[in-house]
């Protein structure tokens, strides 16, 4: 009977060290946007600029995946913040990562992100504007997703789709989100759970960091949506209820379109073409318009179709189905948003010139005759 139970015992030993083998990945191969971001990381603690930077953790994310040259067993949640320390000046956050496969939107903030250490140590212009705005950067939300090539967290739980706010009207059919599966794309995650790490940590960060600022910009990069770049607003969950600020909104767009008129980004509200339920963005904005702060949260969603049309073999993967496969596709997406984001940080930094203006009901008049006539 022992030797039964010590072959048994045995067994089991050597099927969980195979399983253990079958899953020890290079975190260099399967994940280098986490170690381009660490290594960022230290390379701002030495670069010779006055510029105050720190960062954070926001959480730890438990690691389900076992790298042969990353030993820890969990993911940290990184917020890198550059710019003024004081707390009553504008925020401008980028965001990137919420889906797993949309790597892209990673890899366009830390291109950014490297591209503005560089430019801190000589570009005084740059160093001058961060003495006026604050810069958040959360490159990498959904580390786990991203590890394993899924849309969701590594609970199947799609982040966008987590938050507790119910679509007021007809949500679109499963892309909408869900609650019938966690092997469905989109689910929600249970009724009465608890959001999920990592959209805790964000929504709940992101309306810390907002309070007494005049303002707060966000740039959520996504990908997937279509054959056109696009910048959706709030709200999700209802096509007929505008955003609070969507003069606001309404005047940035106004004002980015006249400084580059050859752009072609389609500015919108997302529902005009799709609903859905727990959209992290409109709690984001329905906890800050309770506590009275202001923010404006932007998603870019990057068209994917386009790489698709140009290269249809891509789709065989599933990393083609959301990011540009070839090396010179990639390296135009990266120089593509460079404008937008250096705009977005300059209106922060001028917000007095166009938030809550005086002629904000005029615009606001014209974006709801616009996009909710």
């Known amino acids: 009977m022992s030797t039964f139970i010590g072959t048994v015992s045995f067994f089991t030993c050597v099927c969980e060290a195979l399983l253990l083998n079958a899953q020890r990945y290079s975190i260099t191969?399967?994940?280098?946007?986490?170690?381009?971001?660490?290594?960022?990381?230290?390379?701002?603690?030495?670069?010779?600029?006055a510029t105050p930077f720190s960062y954070k953790v926001l959480a730890?994310?438990?690691?389900?995946l076992h790298f042969s040259d990353y030993t820890a067993k969990h993911?940290?949640?990184y917020a890198i913040h550059l710019g003024t320390r004081s707390p009553t000046a504008p925020l401008m956050l980028f965001v990137g990562g919420v889906h797993g496969l949309e790597r892209?939107?990673?890899?366009?903030?830390?291109?950014?992100?490297?591209?503005i250490t560089e430019r801190l140590v000589w570009d005084r212009s740059l160093q001058h504007?961060?003495?006026?705005?604050?810069?958040?950067?959360?490159?990498?939300?959904?580390?786990?997703?991203m590890a394993k090539c899924y849309r969701s967290n590594g609970n199947h739980i799609d982040l966008m789709r987590n938050a507790p706010v119910e679509c007021s009207e007809k949500a679109a059919l499963l892309v909408g989100g869900h609650r019938l599966s966690p092997h469905i794309p989109w689910f929600r995650g249970q009724e009465g759970q608890p959001m999920e790490i990592e959209a805790a940590a964000l929504a709940s960060y992101v309306i810390a960091q907002t309070q007494h600022r005049p303002v707060t910009l966000s740039l959520d990069c996504h990908s997937g949506f279509g054959v056109k770049d696009r910048l959706?607003?709030?709200?999700?969950?209802?096509?007929?209820k505008p955003f609070p600020y969507i003069g606001d909104?309404?005047?940035?767009?106004?004002?980015f379109l006249s400084t580059y008129p050859n752009h072609n980004y389609v500015f919108e509200p997302q529902a005009l073409h799709y609903l859905c339920h727990g959209d992290l963005w409109d709690h984001i904005s329905?906890?800050?318009?309770?506590?009275?702060?202001?923010?404006?949260?932007?998603?870019?969603?990057?068209?994917?179709?386009?790489?698709?049309?140009?290269?249809?073999?891509?789709?065989?993967?599933?990393?083609?189905?959301?990011?540009?496969?070839?090396p010179q596709r990639v390296q135009r997406v990266l120089q593509k948003h460079i404008v937008l984001m250096d705009f977005l940080i300059n209106a922060t930094a001028n917000y007095d010139a166009w938030f809550k203006h005086k002629d904000n009901h005029h615009y606001q008049q014209q974006a709801i005759m616009r996009w909710y006539s």
């Not at 730890?60 to 389900?64: D, K």
Request: glycine share 4%; net charge positive.
């Open 29 to 49: 191969k399967h994940l280098p946007e986490f170690t381009q971001l660490e290594a960022l990381i230290d390379c701002l603690h030495q670069y010779p600029f």
């Open 60 to 64: 730890n994310i438990p690691s389900p």
């Open 104 to 115: 892209i939107g990673s890899q366009v903030l830390l291109s950014y992100l490297h591209a």
């Open 286 to 326: 329905e906890q800050c318009l309770i506590q009275q702060q202001s923010i404006l949260p932007l998603t870019l969603e990057m068209g994917s179709w386009r790489w698709i049309k140009k290269n249809p073999l891509q789709l065989r993967q599933s990393l083609g189905i959301f990011n540009p496969m070839r």
């Open 232 to 240: 959706w607003f709030p709200y999700a969950h209802s096509a007929i």
């Open 129 to 145: 504007t961060l003495q006026q705005v604050h810069l958040v950067f959360i490159p990498l939300v959904n580390p786990v997703g």
């Open 249 to 255: 909104i309404y005047h940035l767009r106004d004002k």
């Open 75 to 77: 993911f940290p949640l």
